[in-house]
């Protein structure tokens, strides 16, 4: 069964709104977890290292006032995308490690913006 | 860039038949590991190989590893239909976040 849970896994939304994302992983803890994005018929984009008690690391070009990603728990990660624009559309996909193992994924988030 | 670089992009062939595909890189990997990913689905870990490791088998999946050429490959024996979907290598930096490929898609006509 799936290790990682990701919710939603659809999502309309209206410009101009927020819309938050949450990444779970269910039976071990998580001290980082990763965002990645992507466009249709493209590769996932790593957008950020979402690191429990402690700020996130993004990478170059991902604007980390626009995706807000907390990491509370060492079980939990969201990403929220804020003011969202047409231009965020995509597929949103977190991952966790469990130590000393390959990376789980979660089933991924389509994120439509109207 | 440390990014694997896949080929073929596309490949199409007939249920029965062989895939292979190949991820070079660029930099020197702890490990590299193969994912498949259905249209619109999350990723589906297929085998992980290690930087001291040569060949790894997982059922109709063999996946080599040449560090001296810095690619990999990615062989699937007597497709299936059900093998259509994308494939991505994906390296591991010694952070332990991921950094994909470009894919491969797949397509097995029955």
């Known amino acids: 069964g799936a290790v990682v849970s990701q919710h939603p896994s659809r999502v309309i939304c209206k410009s101009g709104t927020s819309v938050k994302i949450e990444c779970r992983s269910l039976d071990f803890q998580a001290t980082t977890m990763f965002w990645y994005r992507q466009f249709p018929k493209q590769s996932l984009m790593l957008m950020a290292t979402s690191n429990e008690g402690s700020k996130a690391t993004y990478e170059q070009g991902v604007e980390k006032d626009k995706f807000l990603i907390n990491h509370a728990s060492l079980t939990l990660s969201t990403l929220t995308v804020t003011s969202a624009h047409p231009e965020d559309s995509s597929f949103y996909i977190c991952s966790a490690n469990r130590k000393g193992t390959e990376a789980f994924f979660g089933q991924g988030t389509r994120l439509t913006v109207v | 860039s440390q990014q694997g670089e896949e080929d073929p992009q596309a490949l199409s062939i007939q249920e029965g038949e062989n895939a292979t595909m190949n991820c070079s890189y660029k930099?020197?990997?702890?490990?590299l590991q193969w994912y498949r990913q259905n249209s619109g689905r999350g990723l589906v870990h297929l085998i992980l190989?290690?930087?001291?490791?040569r060949e790894k088998h997982s059922g109709r999946l063999r996946v080599t590893l040449d560090t001296s050429k810095k690619s990999s490959s990615l062989l699937i024996t007597a497709s299936r239909a059900a093998d259509t979907a994308s494939y991505f290598c994906?390296?591991?930096?010694?952070?332990?976040?991921?950094?994909f490929g470009q894919g491969t898609t797949l397509q097995v006509k029955p």
């Open positions: 930099t020197s990997i702890n490990n």
């Open positions: 994906a390296l591991t930096s010694n952070t332990g976040k991921l950094i």
């Open positions: 190989i290690r930087s001291n490791e």
